[in-house]
C-alpha cells in the first residue's frame, strides 16, 4: 500500500510570504497615466480594467505561471469573460459557498490557512477580489463544461474495454516528471522543506528545475520528465494518485524505501496500442559495491539469466529474482520497473543508505485481462481528457465570435 508523507514546515509560511513579497517588488506596474480604471480590453460589452490586469498579471507571476505575467493575464481575462457570458446565457453562477471552498482549497496547496493566504497576497498587493474572481471563473466554467459535454464526454463499456484490454485496440498513457530525494536523519528537515515548496508547483517549468536541483533519479538530466508510458505500468496505487491530477498539479510527497517521491502529470491520451494490466512482473535485483561495479554489470547482462553467471561464487543474498503481483512488489522498486522494457536494466537504486547499489532488471511481465476495480478510474481518465478537450474547442469558438479590443 502507498505510503503519503504530508510534510509542515514551521518556515513555510515565513517563506512563502517572502516569495510573495519579493515577487511583488520585481513585477512593473501599469502606467498611472493610462489609468488604472479606465478601459484596457473590451470583449463584445465588457470591460477589463488596466486595475483587473494589473492584479491578474501580479496573481499569476505569484502561483508560477511560466510566461509573461501581462499577456498571460490578458489571454485569461479575455477567457474569463467569454465564459462568464456563456454562463449567464444559461444562467450558471457560482454559490458564496462554493468559492469560499474553493479558496480555502487553493491556500491549503501553500499549507496556509485562507485567512493567511489573502494576508500573503495583499502583502503582494493582490486584492481578495481578484482571488475571488479567478477562483469563481475556474469552478464555473467548470460547472458550465460539465453541464453541456458530460454525456457526451463519458466512454462507452466499449471503450473502457478497448482502453483496459490488452488487446491491441486502445489504451491510457501518462506523461509524468518526478522528482525523488533520499532522505535519511540529517537531511530530513531539507528534504522536508523542499517538499513542502515543491508539491505547490503548478509550473512545468518551474518542476523541472526542482528536479534537476534536488532529484536523485537519472530523470533530472531530463528534468525529471519520464516518457510516455502506459498507465498500467504505474504501481497500481501510484496508478489512482497520478489519474486525480490536473495537468500541472504535483503528488503529495510520496514515502519509499530511504527516499521521498513528487510526481507531476504532464499529460495523459488515449492511445492506439493496448494497455494491459498484469498479474505478475518478474525482476532481477543484484547487489554491488559501488556505481562503477553496477555499470560493469549492466554492460555484461542482456537477460536475467546472465545474473546467475555474473554472481556465481558470491554470497547468494547479492541475487534475488522474484515474480510478483504488482500490488506486492516495493513501491520503490515498482516506479523503477515502469521506466523498463524486458531486458533493460536500472541502476537508480541503492541500499544501505547508499552504500550498496543495486542493479535491477526487469524480466518480463505477465498480461492478464484489468479487473473491475480500476474500471472506473480509467473511464474518469478518458472523460477529463475529453472535457478538457472539448472545453479548449468550446472557448476558442467563443473567442472566434467576439469583438475583442485592446486598447
Same mark, same amino acid.
Given at each position: 500500500?502507498?505510503?503519503?508523507?504530508?510534510?509542515?514546515s514551521?518556515?513555510?509560511k515565513?517563506?512563502?510570504?517572502?516569495?510573495?513579497?519579493?515577487?511583488?517588488?520585481i513585477?512593473?506596474?501599469?502606467s498611472?497615466?493610462? +489609468?488604472?480604471? !479606465?478601459?484596457?480590453i473590451? #470583449?463584445?460589452? $465588457?470591460v477589463?480594467?488596466n486595475?483587473?490586469l494589473? %492584479?491578474? =498579471?501580479?496573481?499569476v507571476?505569484?502561483i508560477?505561471?511560466?510566461?509573461?505575467?501581462?499577456e498571460?493575464?490578458?489571454?485569461?481575462?479575455?477567457?474569463?469573460?467569454?465564459?462568464?457570458?456563456?454562463?449567464?446565457?444559461?444562467?450558471?453562477?457560482?454559490?458564496?459557498?462554493?468559492?469560499?471552498?474553493?479558496?480555502?482549497?487553493?491556500?491549503?496547496?501553500?499549507?496556509?490557512?485562507?485567512?493567511?493566504?489573502?494576508a500573503?497576497?495583499a502583502?503582494?498587493g493582490?486584492?481578495?477580489?481578484t482571488l475571488?474572481?479567478?477562483?469563481?471563473a475556474?469552478?464555473?466554467w467548470?460547472e458550465?463544461?460539465?453541464?453541456?459535454?458530460?454525456?457526451?464526454a463519458?466512454?462507452?463499456?466499449?471503450?473502457?474495454?478497448?482502453a483496459m484490454? +490488452?488487446?491491441? !485496440?486502445?489504451?491510457?498513457? #501518462?506523461?509524468? $516528471?518526478?522528482?525523488?530525494?533520499?532522505?535519511?536523519q %540529517?537531511? =530530513?528537515?531539507?528534504?522536508?522543506?523542499?517538499a513542502?515548496?515543491?508539491?505547490?508547483?503548478?509550473?512545468?517549468?518551474?518542476?523541472?528545475?526542482?528536479a534537476?536541483?534536488?532529484?536523485?533519479s537519472?530523470?533530472?538530466?531530463?528534468?525529471?520528465r519520464v516518457?510516455?508510458?502506459?498507465?498500467?505500468?504505474l504501481?497500481?496505487?501510484?496508478?489512482?494518485?497520478?489519474?486525480?491530477?490536473?495537468?500541472?498539479?504535483?503528488?503529495?510527497?510520496?514515502?519509499?524505501?530511504?527516499?521521498?517521491?513528487?510526481f507531476?502529470?504532464?499529460?495523459?491520451?488515449?492511445?492506439?496500442?493496448?494497455?494491459?494490466?498484469y498479474?505478475?512482473?518478474?525482476?532481477v535485483t543484484?547487489?554491488?559495491p559501488?556505481?562503477?561495479?553496477?555499470?560493469?554489470?549492466?554492460?555484461r547482462?542482456?537477460?536475467?539469466d546472465?545474473?546467475y553467471?555474473?554472481?556465481?561464487?558470491?554470497?547468494?543474498?547479492?541475487l534475488?529474482?522474484?515474480?510478483?503481483?504488482?500490488?506486492q512488489?516495493?513501491?520503490?522498486?515498482?516506479?523503477?520497473?515502469?521506466?523498463?522494457?524486458?531486458?533493460?536494466?536500472?541502476?537508480?537504486?541503492?541500499r544501505?543508505?547508499?552504500?550498496?547499489?543495486?542493479?535491477?532488471?526487469?524480466?518480463?511481465?505477465?498480461?492478464?485481462?484489468a479487473?473491475?476495480?480500476s474500471?472506473?478510474a480509467?473511464a474518469?481518465?478518458?472523460?477529463?481528457?475529453?472535457?478538457?478537450?472539448?472545453?479548449s474547442?468550446?472557448?476558442?469558438?467563443?473567442?472566434a465570435?467576439?469583438?475583442?479590443i485592446?486598447?
Open positions: 500500500m502507498q505510503e503519503h508523507m504530508t510534510f509542515r514551521s518556515a513555510s515565513a517563506l512563502i510570504s517572502a516569495i510573495f513579497a519579493a515577487a511583488a517588488a513585477l512593473p506596474t501599469v498611472t497615466a493610462q +489609468g488604472l480604471f !479606465s478601459a484596457a473590451t #470583449v463584445n460589452d $465588457s477589463i480594467t486595475f483587473e494589473e %492584479q491578474r =498579471a501580479q496573481f507571476r505569484l508560477g505561471t511560466p510566461g509573461d505575467p501581462f498571460l493575464a490578458r489571454a485569461a481575462l479575455v477567457e474569463d469573460r467569454l465564459k462568464a457570458s456563456a454562463m449567464d446565457d444559461v444562467g450558471i453562477s457560482v454559490s458564496d459557498e462554493d468559492i469560499q471552498l474553493g479558496m480555502e482549497e487553493l491556500a491549503a496547496r501553500t499549507n496556509l490557512s485562507l485567512e493567511e493566504f489573502i500573503a497576497l502583502e503582494a493582490v486584492a481578495e477580489q475571488r474572481d479567478y477562483t469563481s475556474g469552478l464555473g467548470r458550465f463544461i460539465g453541464a453541456k459535454y458530460l454525456s457526451q463519458r466512454p462507452s463499456e466499449e471503450e473502457i474495454d478497448r484490454s +490488452g488487446s491491441g !485496440s486502445g489504451g491510457v498513457e #501518462v506523461a509524468i $516528471s518526478e522528482l525523488i530525494m533520499p532522505i535519511n %540529517q537531511n =530530513a528537515a531539507q528534504v522536508e522543506e523542499i513542502n515548496q515543491v508539491v505547490n508547483l503548478r509550473s512545468f517549468d518551474a518542476f523541472s528545475s526542482a534537476t536541483q534536488y532529484s536523485a537519472p530523470s533530472r538530466d531530463q528534468g525529471g516518457p510516455w508510458m502506459a498507465l498500467t505500468r504501481p497500481p496505487a501510484l496508478q489512482e494518485v497520478v489519474l486525480a491530477l490536473a495537468p500541472g498539479e504535483v503528488t503529495q510527497p510520496i514515502a519509499l524505501n530511504g527516499a521521498v517521491a513528487l507531476q502529470m504532464r499529460g495523459i491520451r488515449e492511445s492506439a496500442i493496448g494497455s494491459p494490466t498479474s505478475a512482473i518478474e525482476y543484484y547487489l554491488v559501488d556505481r562503477d561495479a553496477a555499470a560493469k554489470v549492466a554492460a547482462a542482456d537477460t536475467c546472465d545474473f553467471g555474473l554472481a556465481q561464487g558470491q554470497d547468494p543474498a547479492v534475488e529474482q522474484v515474480s510478483l503481483p504488482p500490488s512488489i516495493p513501491q520503490h522498486i515498482a516506479i523503477e520497473l515502469a521506466k523498463l522494457d524486458p531486458g533493460e536494466i536500472s541502476t537508480a537504486l541503492t544501505n543508505e547508499g552504500q550498496t547499489q543495486v542493479v535491477l532488471m526487469l524480466c518480463g511481465r505477465t498480461a492478464e485481462l479487473q473491475d476495480d474500471r472506473e480509467v474518469n481518465a478518458l472523460t477529463q481528457q475529453r472535457l478538457a478537450a472539448l472545453s474547442s468550446h472557448i476558442e469558438q467563443l473567442r465570435e467576439a469583438i475583442i485592446f486598447k
